[in-house]
């Protein structure tokens, strides 16, 4: 497994990681004994990274990867972002130090940390990301030793470019993958100028990029790709990448077709965005442990080439730019 430093927070991550959505809620059930095991054989391929967040089930994602911690001998070495602002009411003035303290409070508890590795604003409003008070209080949060560092997840490229250009921001999360261009053209060069970590979330198009789903596939109830395709429960973008699913099913297969021998086209959608300059750490989501490990599996692959490069940008152009481009 390759390792990259994540940004200022000058800690030694895997270059693939794990999105722990999933073992929360919001993609059909998925049992505790099976999320353990998903979080132990992700362990054991050598990701030594888990994003989580405080809202994922409620805090069962939190609380069943602090439950592994306490548990497992591979622990210690693990570092855990969770996410935090999404339990209130989306208005700037909920982002405020005494709310802070008390959604750390709970994710420490539910983590079983003391102080967190990492919390990252979870897709608030613009103005919070521009807010210099928003990043005082959590520079407050530090000296207290309640979180290490800090960071920002962004739903846009410009929402990203704010972040970055804060002193004490240490990562910055932002949906990037072979069907979400957009942030290669600013976002990775001001990053890596600045030294802030870059944490590639959605990296499978949330399972688009695998080329399984066909006309016919349904998901469940209580999956986001099914209740919020139309964006009316959270950002659309987060749902496949905002792709529509039938152009998506489309450019699906074309990505496919670009997979080298070897590659299943999930672990090649993985390793593209793992060889982009400025990624620390891509983060694909698991529902399986046959998932985790073949995710793991991506972390050690050659280079893609030029070629696959070309194909990449050549989809994006015809079938989704137009529609992706211009939102996020
Ligand atoms: N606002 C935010 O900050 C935010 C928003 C979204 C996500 N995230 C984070 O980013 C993580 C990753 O994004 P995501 O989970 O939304 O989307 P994703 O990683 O693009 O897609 C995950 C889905 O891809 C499929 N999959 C994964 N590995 C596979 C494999 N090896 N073979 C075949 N299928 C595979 C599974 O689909 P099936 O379920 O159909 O098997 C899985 O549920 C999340 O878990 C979360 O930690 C953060």
Not at 214 to 240: I, K, L, M, P, Y
Not at 245 to 269: D, K, W, Y
Request: hydrophobic share 45%; proline share 4%.
């Amino acid at each position: 497994m390759q390792k990259r430093i994540l940004g200022r927070t000058g800690r030694t991550v895997s270059v693939i990681g794990l999105g722990t959505w999933q073992l929360g809620g919001d993609w059909g059930a998925v049992t505790d004994a099976d999320a353990t095991a998903v979080l132990a054989a992700s362990a054991d391929a050598g990701i030594t990274f888990f994003d989580t967040a405080d809202v994922y089930g409620d805090g069962r994602s939190e609380r069943l990867i602090g439950q592994f911690l306490a548990n497992g001998a591979s622990g210690a070495e693990i570092t855990v972002a969770t996410k935090m602002g999404r339990r209130a009411e989306q208005l700037p003035e909920n982002f405020v130090l005494a709310n802070f303290r008390e959604w750390t409070d709970r994710s420490r508890t539910n983590l079983g940390r003391d102080t967190l590795d990492l919390v990252q604003l979870h897709c608030p409003p613009s103005a919070v990301v521009e807010s210099g008070e928003v990043y005082d209080a959590l520079d407050t949060l530090v000296s207290e030793g309640v979180i290490k560092n800090y960071g920002v997840s962004v739903e846009t490229c410009d929402q990203a470019l704010a972040a970055i250009s804060r002193p004490g921001v240490a990562t910055v999360q932002i949906i990037l993958n072979a069907f979400r261009l957009k942030p290669l053209e600013q976002v990775l060069p001001a990053a890596r100028a600045a030294g802030v970590g870059i944490i590639a979330r959605v990296p499978l198009a949330s399972g688009l990029l695998t080329g399984k789903y066909s006309h016919e596939t349904v998901f469940a109830d209580s999956d986001h790709r099914n209740f919020n395709r139309d964006g009316s429960h959270f950002d659309v973008g987060e749902t496949f990448s905002g792709v529509d699913f039938e152009v998506g099913l489309e450019a699906a297969i074309e990505f496919t077709a670009l997979a080298p021998v070897g590659l299943t086209p999930a672990q090649a959608a993985l390793a593209w965005v793992a060889q982009i300059d400025g990624v620390s750490t891509v983060i694909p989501g698991a529902r399986s442990v046959a998932q985790a490990q073949a995710n793991a599996a991506a972390g050690v692959t050659e280079p893609l080439g030029v070629a696959f490069n070309e194909g990449v940008q050549d989809i994006y152009d015809r079938l989704l730019r137009e529609q992706i481009h211009p939102r996020w």
